[in-house]
Protein backbone atom coordinates (compact mmCIF):
# COMPACT_ATOMS: atom_id res chain seq x y z
CA UNK A 1 0.00 0.00 0.00
CA UNK A 2 1.12 3.58 -0.80
CA UNK A 3 2.60 5.29 2.06
CA UNK A 4 -0.77 8.00 2.72
CA UNK A 5 0.29 10.86 5.20
CA UNK A 6 -2.73 13.23 4.43
CA UNK A 7 -6.22 13.47 3.06
CA UNK A 8 -4.82 14.48 -0.38
CA UNK A 9 -2.56 11.35 -0.90
CA UNK A 10 -5.39 9.55 -0.34
CA UNK A 11 -7.59 11.09 -2.72
CA UNK A 12 -4.74 11.42 -5.47
CA UNK A 13 -5.02 7.45 -5.51
CA UNK A 14 -8.56 7.20 -5.18
CA UNK A 15 -8.81 9.38 -8.56
CA UNK A 16 -6.76 6.86 -10.00
CA UNK A 17 -8.65 3.57 -9.29
CA UNK A 18 -12.22 4.63 -9.10
CA UNK A 19 -14.40 5.15 -12.37
CA UNK A 20 -14.37 8.53 -13.81
CA UNK A 21 -18.36 8.92 -13.18
CA UNK A 22 -18.23 7.83 -9.16
CA UNK A 23 -14.94 9.95 -8.92
CA UNK A 24 -17.10 13.23 -10.15
CA UNK A 25 -20.11 12.49 -8.37
CA UNK A 26 -17.96 12.87 -5.05
CA UNK A 27 -15.48 15.48 -6.34
CA UNK A 28 -18.38 17.93 -7.73
CA UNK A 29 -21.22 20.74 -6.78
CA UNK A 30 -24.28 21.88 -7.98
CA UNK A 31 -24.06 24.53 -10.99
CA UNK A 32 -20.66 26.85 -10.85
CA UNK A 33 -19.37 24.77 -7.67
CA UNK A 34 -18.53 27.94 -5.83
CA UNK A 35 -20.01 26.97 -2.79
CA UNK A 36 -18.64 23.73 -3.24
CA UNK A 37 -14.55 25.41 -3.28
CA UNK A 38 -15.50 27.34 -0.34
CA UNK A 39 -16.61 25.22 1.80
CA UNK A 40 -12.94 23.90 2.02
CA UNK A 41 -11.55 27.24 0.99
CA UNK A 42 -12.75 29.21 3.89
CA UNK A 43 -11.75 27.38 6.83
CA UNK A 44 -7.67 28.19 5.55
CA UNK A 45 -9.31 32.11 6.75
CA UNK A 46 -9.51 31.13 10.15
CA UNK A 47 -5.70 30.61 12.27
CA UNK A 48 -4.71 28.87 15.11
CA UNK A 49 -3.29 30.40 17.73
CA UNK A 50 -0.38 28.73 18.87
CA UNK A 51 0.54 28.23 22.84
CA UNK A 52 3.43 26.95 24.37
CA UNK A 53 5.34 26.01 27.63
CA UNK A 54 2.00 24.01 28.28
CA UNK A 55 1.74 20.34 29.68
CA UNK A 56 0.54 18.10 26.86
CA UNK A 57 0.45 15.18 28.26
CA UNK A 58 -2.89 13.49 28.81
CA UNK A 59 -4.65 14.17 25.97
CA UNK A 60 -7.97 13.40 24.88
CA UNK A 61 -9.90 13.83 21.89
CA UNK A 62 -12.50 11.27 23.52
CA UNK A 63 -16.05 13.03 23.41
CA UNK A 64 -19.88 12.23 22.68
CA UNK A 65 -22.00 12.89 20.17
CA UNK A 66 -25.88 12.95 21.42
CA UNK A 67 -25.12 11.08 24.16
CA UNK A 68 -23.32 8.05 22.00
CA UNK A 69 -19.40 7.81 23.54
CA UNK A 70 -16.44 8.49 20.29
CA UNK A 71 -12.94 8.20 20.22
CA UNK A 72 -13.26 11.80 18.51
CA UNK A 73 -16.33 13.85 17.52
CA UNK A 74 -15.98 13.00 13.88
CA UNK A 75 -19.15 11.19 12.43
CA UNK A 76 -19.12 9.20 9.06
CA UNK A 77 -21.50 11.09 7.00
CA UNK A 78 -24.26 9.39 4.94
CA UNK A 79 -22.87 9.56 1.15
CA UNK A 80 -25.25 7.97 -1.86
CA UNK A 81 -23.10 5.09 -3.84
CA UNK A 82 -20.97 4.55 -1.50
CA UNK A 83 -20.99 1.02 -2.82
CA UNK A 84 -20.05 1.96 -6.13
CA UNK A 85 -17.16 3.94 -4.69
CA UNK A 86 -15.57 0.59 -3.77
CA UNK A 87 -17.29 -3.04 -3.74
CA UNK A 88 -19.75 -3.42 -0.29
CA UNK A 89 -18.21 -0.08 0.47
CA UNK A 90 -21.06 0.69 3.26
CA UNK A 91 -20.03 -2.08 4.78
CA UNK A 92 -16.51 -1.77 4.68
CA UNK A 93 -16.90 2.03 6.23
CA UNK A 94 -19.53 1.03 8.93
CA UNK A 95 -16.68 -1.72 9.81
CA UNK A 96 -13.70 0.63 9.87
CA UNK A 97 -16.01 3.33 11.86
CA UNK A 98 -17.54 0.97 14.11
CA UNK A 99 -13.45 -0.27 15.10
CA UNK A 100 -12.20 3.47 15.22
CA UNK A 101 -15.22 4.67 17.60
CA UNK A 102 -17.06 6.91 15.28
CA UNK A 103 -20.26 6.56 13.99
CA UNK A 104 -21.40 5.54 10.55
CA UNK A 105 -24.33 6.72 8.95
CA UNK A 106 -25.83 4.95 6.29
CA UNK A 107 -27.36 6.82 3.36
CA UNK A 108 -31.08 5.85 1.80
CA UNK A 109 -29.68 5.80 -1.63
CA UNK A 110 -26.67 2.79 -0.79
CA UNK A 111 -25.78 0.27 -2.57
CA UNK A 112 -26.10 -2.28 0.73
CA UNK A 113 -29.02 -2.09 2.40
CA UNK A 114 -29.55 -1.41 5.97
CA UNK A 115 -29.83 -5.20 6.54
CA UNK A 116 -26.56 -5.44 4.94
CA UNK A 117 -24.90 -3.18 7.50
CA UNK A 118 -26.33 -4.38 10.28
CA UNK A 119 -25.60 -8.17 9.27
CA UNK A 120 -21.86 -7.21 9.28
CA UNK A 121 -21.46 -4.85 12.20
CA UNK A 122 -21.85 -5.59 15.84
CA UNK A 123 -22.75 -2.02 17.13
CA UNK A 124 -25.65 0.35 15.98
CA UNK A 125 -25.16 2.83 13.34
CA UNK A 126 -27.34 5.83 12.42
CA UNK A 127 -30.00 6.09 9.20
CA UNK A 128 -30.12 8.94 7.26
CA UNK A 129 -33.64 9.02 5.81
CA UNK A 130 -34.72 11.20 2.12
CA UNK A 131 -38.08 11.58 2.65
CA UNK A 132 -40.25 10.35 -0.40
CA UNK A 133 -43.70 11.38 -2.03
CA UNK A 134 -44.47 7.06 -1.68
CA UNK A 135 -45.49 7.69 2.64
CA UNK A 136 -45.83 4.18 2.94
CA UNK A 137 -42.26 3.20 1.78
CA UNK A 138 -40.77 6.27 3.71
CA UNK A 139 -42.66 4.22 7.07
CA UNK A 140 -41.69 1.29 5.91
CA UNK A 141 -37.74 2.20 5.43
CA UNK A 142 -38.21 4.03 8.96
CA UNK A 143 -39.49 0.80 10.33
CA UNK A 144 -36.31 -1.40 8.94
CA UNK A 145 -33.91 1.07 9.99
CA UNK A 146 -35.72 0.43 14.04
CA UNK A 147 -35.33 -3.29 13.10
CA UNK A 148 -31.84 -3.05 12.44
CA UNK A 149 -30.89 -1.44 15.92
CA UNK A 150 -29.80 2.09 14.16
CA UNK A 151 -29.39 4.46 17.25
CA UNK A 152 -30.59 7.12 15.10
CA UNK A 153 -32.29 8.96 12.29
CA UNK A 154 -30.75 11.54 10.48
CA UNK A 155 -33.52 12.96 8.77
CA UNK A 156 -32.03 15.05 5.62
CA UNK A 157 -34.12 18.89 4.66
CA UNK A 158 -32.40 20.04 1.73
CA UNK A 159 -32.77 18.36 -0.78
CA UNK A 160 -36.44 18.32 -1.55
CA UNK A 161 -35.35 19.13 -5.38
CA UNK A 162 -32.35 18.05 -6.53
CA UNK A 163 -29.63 20.55 -7.48
CA UNK A 164 -27.93 20.21 -10.87
CA UNK A 165 -25.15 18.94 -11.32
CA UNK A 166 -23.29 19.10 -14.70
CA UNK A 167 -20.76 16.14 -14.08
CA UNK A 168 -23.25 13.80 -13.51
CA UNK A 169 -25.02 14.76 -15.95
CA UNK A 170 -22.35 14.45 -18.92
CA UNK A 171 -21.31 10.94 -16.99
CA UNK A 172 -24.85 9.61 -17.44
CA UNK A 173 -24.30 8.90 -13.83
CA UNK A 174 -26.44 4.98 -12.75
CA UNK A 175 -25.41 2.11 -10.59
CA UNK A 176 -24.47 -0.14 -11.98
CA UNK A 177 -22.89 1.82 -14.95
CA UNK A 178 -24.59 1.83 -18.00
CA UNK A 179 -22.24 0.46 -20.82
CA UNK A 180 -21.77 3.00 -23.15
CA UNK A 181 -18.49 3.10 -25.27
CA UNK A 182 -17.00 6.10 -23.27
CA UNK A 183 -17.85 4.59 -19.82
CA UNK A 184 -16.00 1.21 -21.17
CA UNK A 185 -12.91 2.74 -22.27
CA UNK A 186 -13.08 3.96 -18.93
CA UNK A 187 -13.64 0.98 -16.33
CA UNK A 188 -11.66 -0.87 -19.02
CA UNK A 189 -8.28 0.92 -17.17
CA UNK A 190 -10.23 0.67 -13.94
CA UNK A 191 -9.40 -3.01 -13.46
CA UNK A 192 -8.83 -3.17 -9.68
CA UNK A 193 -12.32 -1.59 -9.01
CA UNK A 194 -13.78 -3.76 -11.54
CA UNK A 195 -12.39 -7.45 -10.13
CA UNK A 196 -14.04 -6.76 -6.80
CA UNK A 197 -17.27 -5.09 -8.17
CA UNK A 198 -17.35 -8.68 -10.01
CA UNK A 199 -16.56 -10.25 -6.43
CA UNK A 200 -19.86 -8.69 -5.26
CA UNK A 201 -23.35 -8.80 -6.30
CA UNK A 202 -24.37 -5.25 -4.36
CA UNK A 203 -24.63 -3.50 -7.34
CA UNK A 204 -27.86 -1.49 -7.46
CA UNK A 205 -29.50 0.91 -4.59
CA UNK A 206 -30.01 -2.03 -1.81
CA UNK A 207 -32.65 0.32 0.35
CA UNK A 208 -34.87 0.76 -3.06
CA UNK A 209 -35.24 -2.41 -5.49
CA UNK A 210 -37.16 -5.24 -3.72
CA UNK A 211 -38.21 -2.80 -1.18
CA UNK A 212 -40.82 -0.64 -3.49
CA UNK A 213 -44.20 -1.84 -5.58
CA UNK A 214 -42.92 -1.88 -9.18
CA UNK A 215 -39.12 -1.33 -8.81
CA UNK A 216 -37.58 -4.51 -9.13
CA UNK A 217 -34.01 -3.86 -11.23
CA UNK A 218 -32.32 -0.35 -12.56
CA UNK A 219 -34.05 0.36 -15.55
CA UNK A 220 -37.17 1.89 -13.64
CA UNK A 221 -35.27 3.17 -10.59
CA UNK A 222 -34.01 6.13 -11.38
CA UNK A 223 -37.21 7.93 -13.22
CA UNK A 224 -38.50 6.42 -9.93
CA UNK A 225 -36.27 8.20 -7.19
CA UNK A 226 -36.03 11.95 -9.87
CA UNK A 227 -40.29 11.94 -8.90
CA UNK A 228 -39.96 10.38 -5.29
CA UNK A 229 -38.24 13.47 -3.47
CA UNK A 230 -41.21 15.42 -1.43
CA UNK A 231 -40.66 19.22 -2.67
CA UNK A 232 -43.68 19.10 0.14
CA UNK A 233 -41.62 18.79 2.63
CA UNK A 234 -42.48 20.83 5.89
CA UNK A 235 -41.83 21.21 9.54
CA UNK A 236 -45.49 19.36 10.21
CA UNK A 237 -44.16 16.47 8.12
CA UNK A 238 -40.61 16.48 9.60
CA UNK A 239 -42.55 16.68 13.59
CA UNK A 240 -44.76 13.19 12.18
CA UNK A 241 -40.95 11.58 10.61
CA UNK A 242 -40.19 12.32 14.73
CA UNK A 243 -42.64 10.55 16.23
CA UNK A 244 -42.90 7.96 13.83
CA UNK A 245 -39.12 7.13 14.90
CA UNK A 246 -39.46 8.03 18.21
CA UNK A 247 -35.71 7.89 18.99
CA UNK A 248 -32.95 10.33 18.51
CA UNK A 249 -32.88 12.27 15.84
CA UNK A 250 -30.54 14.44 14.21
CA UNK A 251 -31.57 17.05 11.43
CA UNK A 252 -28.90 17.66 8.00
CA UNK A 253 -28.96 20.44 5.93
CA UNK A 254 -29.49 23.69 8.25
CA UNK A 255 -27.53 26.83 6.89
CA UNK A 256 -29.78 29.79 8.51
CA UNK A 257 -30.08 30.64 12.30
CA UNK A 258 -34.51 30.81 11.96
CA UNK A 259 -33.70 26.94 10.55
CA UNK A 260 -31.75 26.25 13.80
CA UNK A 261 -34.62 27.85 15.75
CA UNK A 262 -37.20 25.76 14.59
CA UNK A 263 -35.29 22.34 15.02
CA UNK A 264 -34.78 23.14 18.36
CA UNK A 265 -38.04 23.93 19.09
CA UNK A 266 -39.34 20.85 17.38
CA UNK A 267 -37.07 18.68 19.92
CA UNK A 268 -34.82 17.24 17.84
CA UNK A 269 -31.16 16.13 19.50
CA UNK A 270 -29.29 17.75 17.17
CA UNK A 271 -28.52 19.44 13.85
CA UNK A 272 -25.93 19.67 11.10
CA UNK A 273 -25.13 22.55 9.65
CA UNK A 274 -24.43 21.56 6.07
CA UNK A 275 -25.07 22.62 2.21
CA UNK A 276 -25.02 18.73 1.17
CA UNK A 277 -21.11 19.37 0.22
CA UNK A 278 -22.06 22.03 -2.35
CA UNK A 279 -24.13 19.76 -4.06
CA UNK A 280 -27.61 22.14 -3.75
CA UNK A 281 -28.18 25.37 -3.70
CA UNK A 282 -24.98 26.71 -5.60
CA UNK A 283 -24.15 29.90 -4.09
CA UNK A 284 -24.80 29.73 -0.29
CA UNK A 285 -22.47 30.13 1.80
CA UNK A 286 -20.26 27.68 2.89
CA UNK A 287 -20.88 25.72 6.20
CA UNK A 288 -17.85 26.60 8.00
CA UNK A 289 -18.60 30.69 7.70
CA UNK A 290 -22.26 30.08 9.21
CA UNK A 291 -21.47 28.35 12.04
CA UNK A 292 -21.07 31.15 14.33
CA UNK A 293 -24.21 32.92 13.74
CA UNK A 294 -26.05 29.80 14.17
CA UNK A 295 -24.70 29.26 17.84
CA UNK A 296 -25.47 32.63 18.38
CA UNK A 297 -28.88 31.55 17.50
CA UNK A 298 -29.28 28.44 19.68
CA UNK A 299 -26.56 28.98 21.87
CA UNK A 300 -26.86 25.32 24.05
CA UNK A 301 -30.73 24.89 23.41
CA UNK A 302 -29.70 22.17 20.89
CA UNK A 303 -26.60 19.83 19.74
CA UNK A 304 -24.29 21.55 17.16
CA UNK A 305 -22.70 19.73 14.70
CA UNK A 306 -21.09 20.85 11.18
CA UNK A 307 -20.82 19.20 7.67
CA UNK A 308 -19.67 20.60 4.58
CA UNK A 309 -15.27 20.78 3.87
CA UNK A 310 -13.70 19.43 6.48
CA UNK A 311 -10.74 17.77 4.75
CA UNK A 312 -8.40 17.58 8.09
CA UNK A 313 -7.54 16.89 11.73
CA UNK A 314 -7.22 21.22 11.51
CA UNK A 315 -10.48 21.71 10.22
CA UNK A 316 -12.47 19.39 12.95
CA UNK A 317 -10.65 21.91 15.24
CA UNK A 318 -12.08 24.97 13.73
CA UNK A 319 -15.43 23.37 13.88
CA UNK A 320 -15.70 22.56 17.15
CA UNK A 321 -13.65 25.71 18.34
CA UNK A 322 -16.36 27.80 17.03
CA UNK A 323 -18.71 25.93 19.06
CA UNK A 324 -19.58 22.49 17.39
CA UNK A 325 -20.00 19.53 19.13
CA UNK A 326 -19.56 17.34 16.31
CA UNK A 327 -18.30 17.03 12.71
CA UNK A 328 -18.99 14.82 9.89
CA UNK A 329 -16.72 13.98 7.13
CA UNK A 330 -18.19 12.50 3.60
CA UNK A 331 -15.69 12.80 1.05
CA UNK A 332 -12.47 12.70 3.44
CA UNK A 333 -13.54 8.94 4.03
CA UNK A 334 -14.61 8.47 0.34
CA UNK A 335 -11.30 9.20 -0.78
CA UNK A 336 -9.74 6.17 1.90
CA UNK A 337 -12.75 4.42 0.60
CA UNK A 338 -11.84 4.52 -3.09
CA UNK A 339 -8.21 4.18 -2.48
CA UNK A 340 -7.24 1.05 -0.24
CA UNK A 341 -11.12 -0.03 0.96
CA UNK A 342 -11.70 -0.44 4.47
CA UNK A 343 -8.09 -0.13 5.06
CA UNK A 344 -7.98 2.75 3.63
CA UNK A 345 -10.94 4.42 5.77
CA UNK A 346 -9.93 3.66 8.72
CA UNK A 347 -6.45 5.26 7.65
CA UNK A 348 -8.91 8.59 6.74
CA UNK A 349 -9.60 8.74 10.12
CA UNK A 350 -6.36 7.77 11.51
CA UNK A 351 -4.91 11.22 9.71
CA UNK A 352 -7.47 13.38 10.79
CA UNK A 353 -7.32 12.10 14.73
CA UNK A 354 -3.23 12.28 14.54
CA UNK A 355 -4.19 16.12 12.85
CA UNK A 356 -6.56 16.91 15.33
CA UNK A 357 -4.04 15.85 18.55
CA UNK A 358 -1.45 17.51 17.80
CA UNK A 359 -3.00 20.70 16.58
CA UNK A 360 -4.81 20.70 19.88
CA UNK A 361 -1.97 20.14 21.84
CA UNK A 362 0.19 22.92 20.22
CA UNK A 363 -2.95 24.83 20.36
CA UNK A 364 -2.34 24.33 24.43
CA UNK A 365 -5.11 22.33 25.11
CA UNK A 366 -5.62 18.76 26.11
CA UNK A 367 -8.72 18.04 25.53
CA UNK A 368 -11.43 18.61 23.22
CA UNK A 369 -13.89 19.72 25.55
CA UNK A 370 -11.56 22.41 26.25
CA UNK A 371 -11.70 24.13 22.37
CA UNK A 372 -13.02 27.26 22.48
CA UNK A 373 -12.46 30.82 20.21
CA UNK A 374 -9.43 31.09 22.81
CA UNK A 375 -8.13 28.72 20.24
CA UNK A 376 -8.38 30.71 17.12
CA UNK A 377 -7.37 33.53 15.40
CA UNK A 378 -10.96 35.13 13.34
CA UNK A 379 -11.00 37.71 10.91
CA UNK A 380 -13.15 40.43 11.67
CA UNK A 381 -15.42 40.33 8.09
CA UNK A 382 -15.20 36.22 9.22
CA UNK A 383 -19.03 35.99 9.38
CA UNK A 384 -19.41 38.61 6.62
CA UNK A 385 -21.75 41.61 6.66
CA UNK A 386 -24.47 40.09 4.41
CA UNK A 387 -27.54 42.05 4.42
CA UNK A 388 -30.93 39.13 4.69
Given at each position: MPVF???????????????????????????????????????????????VAVDMTGRSTASQMIGQDVSMPVALAPVGLTGMQNADGEIKAAKAAEAFGVPFTLSTMSICSIEDVAEHTTKPFWFQLYTMKDTDYTSRLIQRAKAAGC???????DLQVLGQRHKDLKN???????????????????????MEMLGTKRREFGNIVGHVDGISDTSSLGAWTNEQFDPALDWNKVAKLMEQ????????GILDAEDAKMAAKLGADAIVVSNHGGRQLDGALSSIRVLPSIMDAVGDDIEVHLDSGIRSGQDVLKALALGAKGTFIGRAFIYGLGA????????????????????????????VANLGRQNLLVPKDFEGNWQG
Open positions: TNIEDLKDTYRRRAPRMFYDYCESGSWTEQTFRDNSSDFDDIRLRQRSALVITLGLSAPPKLTLSTMANLATKWRWGWDGKVILKAGQAGVTTALEIIHKELDVSMALCGETN
